[in-house]
């Protein structure tokens, strides 16, 4: 190593020459196996990105700044911006409203649950993540939605000053807020399993040390098993979220899709969500330029999820950040 | 021993059967009987100890040394089924009535568990202070505890540089002393150590013999060892706990730890204290 200031001469330590044979062949087995899975990756990508080019030759930047979806004018115009905002908007309704309630919810079940009662809730979550999401949106369309207009009323009644709870139509059905709830019912059993995992791993010496330090249940989850297993966390977390954004059909069934762009009204109907756009323009398509149209949007969806991937592992390698 | 000794001890037996409250007591264990769920693994313990001493705890694994000082500051009652009965009196207060604060004992009668544990995501500063702010407490001499209970602990000087450096950096032997600044941080009156020199070297050992014999003029020290030598070297008072096979534990014997050690009245003491079983 050119950092070792040193006049002796270097051993080699790591190439393959000097390891043992067996690892030799595993170490190339797990190498190739994980830049398959980054070829698949590209592959991907890169069929997506030539689909997309004459679309965005087209279009322009305004495919990605503007909101339309008007095929048969001359020349055709088309603009996701409100379905990239919406599946933005979307995922964080549902992280609001998932992410709480799967944290106390693995808490619940660590801590506080008698092991038997414990042992049936993570059973009955694991059973909720195998849901298929077409059943999950026809239970949402039928059984969710006519509560879920009269919560959304009861919001604009007492909270309708606040300007996310606004609602000028007083059309309380396809509203973002009833989607989002429904990908918060996806995520929740995701996140809980993974945050239950990681709460049952904090260490019994530091659940010692907190309780001999007089804490309560709750310092000593902000102070100890919550840090300890942020990494973890924050992981299910993207996990879900990956689902929650790339979720079609799910959403397709409650949210009214509309070639505008709903900034923040989240109990008024109508909003946006590129998977959605895709699924349900896909059925219907009117030509090559519709079908390279919705391939670009899949691209954009699909660096999104990326980003938001890369975002998650910055956050988990922040984590070893230490308190003062 | 000489005859005053032997009066004083007289006089402390005394003093616990005549008064309720004897001033100079810093806990008094009272007919302590302990369970697990259906199991009783400890009977009739009565332990007294005096303010500004240390009490070595000794007897074989399993014989229920750990579970009773878990019981002397309401940890014990946080495993799922524990049960006790009997009296615990801290000051001359039964720490069991239904008025006491548990988060009040548990920082007024501090603990040092046998695995270093400090939280691996704080400073060493953090570490120390974690205790006032776990629970809540206001201060605002920060710096000034921080170097103070260090150097009770006998760390001070290693790491008075890097206050702020993982405390997961530490060796083992500095992480338990550590631990021991953070129980000190919180003023306790009692310090509970559970075999806390187990899992470290010889070297570090040393180091928290002379910090436990310095702490014990200020602080009550209870700890439970399996290693005599040490028993010997840091404290004034011995209990020796046994527990015949599926029996509870109780108390063989208790009294000076010179007594115990060199002149113990019964035979299963003076085997275990020569290594003779446990
Ligand atoms: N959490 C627990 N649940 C059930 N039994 C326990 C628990 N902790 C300890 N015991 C039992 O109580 C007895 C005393 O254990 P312990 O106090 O740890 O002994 P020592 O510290 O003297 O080695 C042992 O028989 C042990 O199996
Ligand atoms: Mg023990």
Redesign the interface.
């Known amino acids: 190593m050119s950092s070792l200031d040193t006049n002796e001469t270097l051993r080699d330590l790591h190439s393959a020459a000097t390891s043992h044979r067996g690892d030799r062949v595993f170490n190339r087995v797990i190498t190739g196996a994980a830049f398959t899975s980054l070829i698949v990756l590209a592959g991907i990508a890169i069929f997506l990105g030539l689909q997309a080019i004459p679309a965005f030759q087209s279009q322009g930047l305004a495919f990605l700044t503007t909101t339309a979806w008007d095929i048969n004018t001359d020349p055709p115009t088309a603009g996701i911006w409100g379905m990239l905002y919406g599946s933005v908007l979307l995922a964080v309704i549902a992280l609001v409203i998932a992410v709480p309630a799967s944290i106390l919810l693995s808490v619940f079940m660590v801590f506080l649950a008698p092991p038997k009662i414990a042992k049936i809730l993570t059973n009955l979550v694991d059973l909720m993540a195998a849901i298929p999401s077409v059943i999950l949106g026809l239970w949402a369309f039928y059984i969710l939605n006519p509560p879920a207009e009269e919560w959304q009323q009861l919001l604009n009644q007492y909270l309708g000053w606040i300007p996310i709870f606004e609602n000028a139509s007083g059309n309380f059905l396809g509203t973002p807020f009833i989607a989002g709830f429904v990908l918060a019912i996806m995520m929740i059993p995701i996140v809980t399993s993974v945050t239950r995992e990681v709460l049952g791993r904090t260490p019994p010496e530091l659940i010692n040390a907190a309780e001999s330090l007089g804490c309560s249940l709750w310092t000593m989850l902000r102070y100890v098993a919550l840090p300890y297993g942020r990494g973890g966390i924050v992981g299910g977390v993207m996990l879900g979220l990956g689902r929650a954004l790339g979720e079609t059909i799910a959403v397709f069934f409650v949210l009214k899709l509309v070639y505008d762009t709903n900034w923040y009204k989240v109990i008024e109907s109508g909003g946006g969500s590129v998977a959605t756009l895709i699924v349900s323009r896909f059925g219907e398509v009117t030509g090559p330029f519709e079908l390279q149209l919705l391939l670009a949007a899949g691209f954009f969806l699909f660096l999104g999820t990326l980003v938001v991937n890369m975002i998650a592992n910055l956050i988990v390698s922040r984590t070893g950040r230490l308190q003062k | 021993m000489s005859t005053a000794e032997f009066e004083s001890v007289q006089t402390l037996e005394e003093q616990m059967v005549e008064s309720a409250a004897p001033r100079d007591l810093a806990m008094d264990a009272r007919n302590l009987s302990v369970w697990f769920g259906k199991r009783k693994v400890l009977e009739g313990v009565n332990i007294a100890f005096p303010e500004r001493t240390c009490t070595a705890l000794i007897g074989p694994s399993g014989c229920g040394k750990s579970t009773f000082i878990r019981t002397l ?1 309401r ?1 014990h009652e ?1 495993i ?1 089924g524990a049960a006790l009965a009997g009296s615990v009196l801290y000051e001359g207060k039964d720490i069991y009535d239904a008025d006491v604060d ?6 007024k009668i ?2 040092v ?1 046998q ?1 270093p ?7 060493i ?2 570490n120390v202070m ?2 006032l ?4 407490m206001k201060r605002d001499d920060h710096d000034a505890i921080v170097e103070s209970t260090l150097t009770s602990a006998g760390l001070w000087n290693e790491v008075k540089d890097r206050l ?1 450096h ?1 405390a997961g950096d530490l060796s083992g032997g500095q992480q338990q002393r550590l ?1 021991i600044a ?2 000190l941080a ?1 003023e306790p009156n009692v310090l509970l150590m559970d075999e806390p020199c187990s899992a470290l070297d010889p070297a570090s050992t040393l180091k928290i013999e002379e910090t436990i014999r310095e702490l014990s003029k200020n602080v009550t020290i209870i700890i439970v060892t399996h290693n005599m030598q040490q028993a010997v070297r840091v404290s004034d008072n011995t209990a020796f706990f046994l527990a015949a096979e599926n029996e509870p534990g109780h108390v063989v014997e208790q009294g000076l730890t010179t007594e115990i050690f060199s002149n113990p009245k019964d035979q299963r003491t003076l085997d275990y204290v020569n290594g003779r079983f446990g």
Do not use: E, Y
Request: charged share 15%; net charge positive.
């Open positions: 500051n940890l946080l799922p548990p988060v009040h004992i548990r920082l501090g603990m568990f695995k544990n400090p939280f691996p995501s704080m400073t500063r953090g974690s205790g702010k776990l629970s809540g702020d993982a631990v953070r129980a919180v």
